[in-house]
């Protein structure tokens, strides 16, 4: 078995106005890897997130997506969550009604398949909580609701750490945040970090890869990536922008 | 033997000897009678059933329920309802029949009354005589004043042949919290009728809870209730009315409620179940000062269609309403609201709110809503909105990726959707039953 995410081909548009999106991606993202993906607005970067999930306003064209050589294009998102994805969400919606810890646990139970205890339960809850530096008062609140732009993508990376996913898609987790919120969730990732697990890191900005050292870097511009290499790429993009990058696509190179 | 001929005069003054009644309410049943005879029902011609068809409804189809003197046994579903509802006090009604009726000893030499109605007939005929058909009264629908005297129709049906019913009584300056309750079990397959009087004196105050439960699936079958609740002056009164009969049940509730000088209502009217039903809940503030809070929740499924009409009448100057009436409709079901407040000239500093909102969980099902206002006054603050949207696709994405099935997705929503009513049921038990009936319908 091949123990990677692959992106083979992937052409894709928006279902509503059949306007492309991504034409052509190929990205792969090994088991006990982190890599980013970079680029400028528009380039496809979030669609991408969010396809690899299932969002069912996108239409996948050509191509496939696979989960340890397995295709997972006709699953619907929660059975995509059961084979080991996470999307972070970029703006996570708010759902009145349901406690945020109430949901991570039907959400936990629905994705192991079985019954998850209390004691369990409340165990991976405190490891997350201990490692993003955050108190219990999150977790009686209603999902994401009446939460500021910080705590919700806080709120994300709990609820990757509990429910531990094979391959983790973080989609801009790092914009809007304070250095310090920035740090915080540098830490859940990093604490993810290991031989089974595997994520894809969306980011317009070099300065969350100061803190979440990528294994590889992929730069994507108008719905492929153009170039890919190493954690010096970044920063190569933070002194010389996106444009000797568009070059580049534009020679084929 | 089961009558099903045609509903005759003969049959109401049969149904008054049967049970044993005074002449005077005799009376008023043939009154009732002479109206409902003469009236044609309801049309979507008629602006207060302008999305309601009823003309499938078989009123006159089926036999009369009536009470057979047989002992009848407390169903299951009624047990679950009592071992969890944490009551004072109860009453069973399996048809017509009252098959058990508890209240404590303490509230019972407080002078609170809980019996059936034609118990309390018996008993306290002068209260009766002085309450009953005050509040609910086909009557209002017709004479000069009315363009529209088919409204009458299904309430002289209720009045003319009404079989069973409840009447609480609270006495002044007593107070109770933990909630009575009155279970009403229907066996489907009859034209059923009953009604609860609630009278509150001055400065009591009471909960009660009338619950109508069936088989799942029942034979064509109609069933009307009127509710009538009468607060005399500071008077507090919680009241709910939960409606989950079977499939096949066609389901017709009137209330009103009359609010003296700082009486406060509390109300909460459930509908979901039955494949038709329609609810019209009315306030009158009669009285400076008084309150009525109304809520609503409904959520249909399959084919269902409710329908529900609120009245918020302000009568008095400085009295308050607020409405606030949330439904979901799934598969091909539909909803209908339609709520007018009616603020009369002179009162003013009329404080009065409306709001319907509602969610469309398919393409398929639909929901009207139809809010109104009709101000005599003019120092008044009156607000009405009403909304109609179906379930956010981002929303269902996001809660899926996590995991959960769409079913239980939709569930979450739906909660959400509603979880401002279900905050204001300060009744734990009742608002966890009612959020146990959600997540079942969603999921079926």
């Given at each position: 078995?091949?123990?990677?995410?692959?992106?083979?081909?992937?052409?894709?548009?928006?279902?509503?106005?059949?306007?492309?999106?991504?034409?052509?991606?190929?990205?792969?993202?090994?088991?006990?890897?982190?890599?980013?993906?970079?680029?400028?607005?528009?380039?496809?970067?979030?669609?991408?997130?969010?396809?690899?999930?299932?969002?069912?306003?996108?239409?996948?064209?050509?191509?496939?997506?696979?989960?340890?050589?397995?295709?997972?294009?006709?699953?619907?998102?929660?059975?995509?969550?059961?084979?080991?994805?996470?999307?972070?969400?970029?703006?996570?919606?708010?759902?009145?009604?349901?406690?945020?810890?109430?949901?991570?646990?039907?959400?936990?139970?629905?994705?192991?398949?079985?019954?998850?205890?209390?004691?369990?339960?409340?165990?991976?809850?405190?490891?997350?909580?201990?490692?993003?530096?955050?108190?219990?008062?999150?977790?009686?609140?209603?999902?994401?609701?009446?939460?500021?732009?910080?705590?919700?993508?806080?709120?994300?990376?709990?609820?990757?750490?509990?429910?531990?996913?094979?391959?983790?898609?973080?989609?801009?987790?790092?914009?809007?945040?304070?250095?310090?919120?920035?740090?915080?969730?540098?830490?859940?990732?990093?604490?993810?970090?290991?031989?089974?697990?595997?994520?894809?890191?969306?980011?317009?900005?070099?300065?969350?890869?100061?803190?979440?050292?990528?294994?590889?870097?992929?730069?994507?511009?108008?719905?492929?990536?153009?170039?890919?290499?190493?954690?010096?790429?970044?920063?190569?993009?933070?002194?010389?922008?996106?444009?000797?990058?568009?070059?580049?696509?534009?020679?084929?190179? | 033997?089961?009558?099903?001929?045609?509903?005759?005069?003969?049959?109401?003054?049969?149904?008054?000897?049967?049970?044993?009644?005074?002449?005077?309410?005799?009376?008023?049943?043939?009154?009732?009678?002479?109206?409902?005879?003469?009236?044609?029902?309801?049309?979507?011609?008629?602006?207060?059933?302008?999305?309601?068809?009823?003309?499938?409804?078989?009123?006159?189809?089926?036999?009369?329920?009536?009470?057979?003197?047989?002992?009848?046994?407390?169903?299951?579903?009624?047990?679950?309802?009592?071992?969890?509802?944490?009551?004072?006090?109860?009453?069973?009604?399996?048809?017509?029949?009252?098959?058990?009726?508890?209240?404590?000893?303490?509230?019972?030499?407080?002078?609170?009354?809980?019996?059936?109605?034609?118990?309390?007939?018996?008993?306290?005929?002068?209260?009766?005589?002085?309450?009953?058909?005050?509040?609910?009264?086909?009557?209002?629908?017709?004479?000069?004043?009315?363009?529209?005297?088919?409204?009458?129709?299904?309430?002289?049906?209720?009045?003319?042949?009404?079989?069973?019913?409840?009447?609480?009584?609270?006495?002044?300056?007593?107070?109770?919290?933990?909630?009575?309750?009155?279970?009403?079990?229907?066996?489907?397959?009859?034209?059923?009728?009953?009604?609860?009087?609630?009278?509150?004196?001055?400065?009591?105050?009471?909960?009660?809870?009338?619950?109508?439960?069936?088989?799942?699936?029942?034979?064509?079958?109609?069933?009307?209730?009127?509710?009538?609740?009468?607060?005399?002056?500071?008077?507090?009164?919680?009241?709910?009315?939960?409606?989950?009969?079977?499939?096949?049940?066609?389901?017709?509730?009137?209330?009103?409620?009359?609010?003296?000088?700082?009486?406060?209502?509390?109300?909460?009217?459930?509908?979901?179940?039955?494949?038709?039903?329609?609810?019209?809940?009315?306030?009158?503030?009669?009285?400076?000062?008084?309150?009525?809070?109304?809520?609503?929740?409904?959520?249909?499924?399959?084919?269902?269609?409710?329908?529900?009409?609120?009245?918020?009448?302000?009568?008095?100057?400085?009295?308050?309403?607020?409405?606030l009436y949330k439904g979901a409709a799934?598969?091909?079901?539909?909803t209908?609201y339609?709520g007018?407040?009616?603020?009369?000239?002179?009162?003013?500093?009329?404080?009065?709110?409306q709001t319907n909102r509602n969610l469309l969980?398919?393409?398929?099902?639909r929901a009207d809503s139809v809010p109104?206002?009709?101000?005599?006054?003019?120092?008044?603050?009156?607000s009405h909105g009403s909304s109609t949207a179906p379930v956010a696709?981002?929303?269902?994405?996001?809660?899926?990726?996590?995991?959960?099935?769409?079913?239980?997705?939709?569930?979450?929503?739906?909660?959400?959707h509603m979880?401002d009513?279900?905050?204001?049921?300060?009744?734990?038990?009742?608002?966890?039953?009612?959020?146990?009936?959600?997540?079942?319908?969603?999921?079926?």
């Amino acid at each position: 078995m091949v123990n990677q995410l692959e992106i083979r081909n992937l052409h894709a548009k928006i279902a509503d106005s059949g306007e492309v999106i991504l034409k052509g991606v190929n990205l792969v993202v090994p088991k006990g890897q982190i890599h980013a993906v970079m680029g400028p607005n528009g380039a496809g970067k979030s669609t991408l997130g969010k396809i690899i999930a299932g969002d069912p306003s996108y239409e996948v064209t050509a191509g496939d997506i696979l989960v340890d050589g397995e295709s997972i294009l006709e699953l619907e998102p929660d059975e995509r969550a059961r084979k080991g994805l996470f999307l972070a969400f970029q703006y996570p919606v708010e759902v009145p009604g349901v406690s945020n810890a109430n949901f991570l646990r039907l959400a936990l139970q629905a994705k192991k398949g079985e019954e998850v205890s209390m004691m369990e339960f409340y165990d991976r809850l405190q490891r997350a909580l201990k490692t993003l530096d955050w108190d219990e008062s999150i977790l009686t609140r209603y999902l994401n609701d009446g939460f500021s732009g910080g705590e919700k993508k806080r709120n994300e990376i709990m609820h990757m750490m509990v429910l531990e996913p094979t391959y983790a898609i973080l989609d801009e987790t790092d914009s809007g945040l304070d250095i310090d919120a920035l740090k915080v969730v540098a830490k859940g990732v990093n604490a993810m970090r290991g031989p089974n697990f595997g994520a894809l890191l969306i980011t317009h900005y070099q300065r969350i890869l100061n803190y979440i050292v990528p294994d590889a870097v992929h730069v994507m511009m108008d719905g492929r990536i153009v170039t890919s290499g190493g954690p010096e790429l970044a920063l190569q993009l933070e002194e010389r922008g996106y444009e000797w990058v568009k070059e580049l696509a534009v020679t084929g190179s | 033997m089961e009558r099903t001929a045609a509903l005759s005069r003969d049959q109401v003054i049969e149904v008054s000897a049967k049970l044993g009644e005074p002449r005077w309410l005799l009376q008023k049943r043939l009154a009732a009678w002479e109206t409902f005879a003469k009236l044609p029902y309801p049309t979507p011609r008629t602006e207060e059933w302008k999305y309601t068809d009823i003309t499938e409804v078989p009123f006159e189809e089926l036999p009369l329920e009536l009470p057979t003197g047989k002992p009848k046994a407390i169903p299951q579903a009624v047990r679950d309802r009592l071992a969890q509802a944490q009551l004072a006090g109860y009453a069973v009604f399996v048809g017509a029949e009252l098959v058990h009726l508890e209240l404590p000893e303490e509230l019972r030499q407080q002078g609170v009354i809980l019996t059936s109605l034609h118990q309390a007939l018996a008993q306290y005929p002068d209260l009766l005589e002085a309450h009953l058909f005050k509040a609910v009264n086909w009557a209002d629908w017709v004479g000069p004043q009315q363009n529209r005297p088919e409204n009458a129709k299904i309430p002289a049906l209720n009045a003319a042949f009404f079989t069973h019913g409840v009447f609480l009584y609270v006495p002044k300056n007593v107070a109770f919290s933990k909630p009575l309750g009155v279970f009403k079990y229907l066996e489907g397959g009859q034209l059923s009728g009953s009604r609860t009087l609630i009278v509150a004196e001055a400065h009591s105050q009471a909960v009660y809870i009338e619950e109508y439960l069936s088989p799942s699936q029942v034979p064509p079958s109609v069933n009307t209730s009127a509710t009538e609740i009468v607060l005399a002056d500071g008077a507090k009164v919680r009241h709910a009315h939960i409606q989950l009969l079977g499939r096949g049940f066609y389901h017709f509730h009137r209330q009103r409620a009359l609010l003296q000088r700082d009486a406060t209502l509390n109300d909460l009217v459930v509908n979901m179940g039955s494949s038709l039903s329609r609810a019209e809940v009315q306030s009158e503030m009669l009285g400076p000062g008084s309150f009525s809070e109304m809520l609503g929740l409904y959520f249909t499924s399959g084919t269902e269609h409710v329908d529900h009409y609120t009245l918020q009448h302000h009568v008095a100057d400085h009295a308050h309403s607020d409405v606030l009436y949330k439904g979901a409709a799934k598969d091909q079901s539909r909803t209908v609201y339609a709520g007018l407040i009616k603020v009369a000239q002179g009162a003013q500093k009329t404080d009065a709110y409306q709001t319907n909102r509602n969610l469309l969980l398919s393409a398929e099902a639909r929901a009207d809503s139809v809010p109104q206002l009709e101000i005599g006054a003019n120092d008044v603050r009156c607000s009405h909105g009403s909304s109609t949207a179906p379930v956010a696709p981002e929303e269902l994405f996001y809660l899926m990726s996590r995991g959960l099935p769409r079913h239980m997705a939709q569930q979450i929503l739906v909660k959400g959707h509603m979880t401002d009513v279900l905050t204001r049921i300060p009744i734990e038990p009742l608002r966890q039953y009612i959020e146990s009936i959600i997540e079942e319908k969603v999921r079926i």
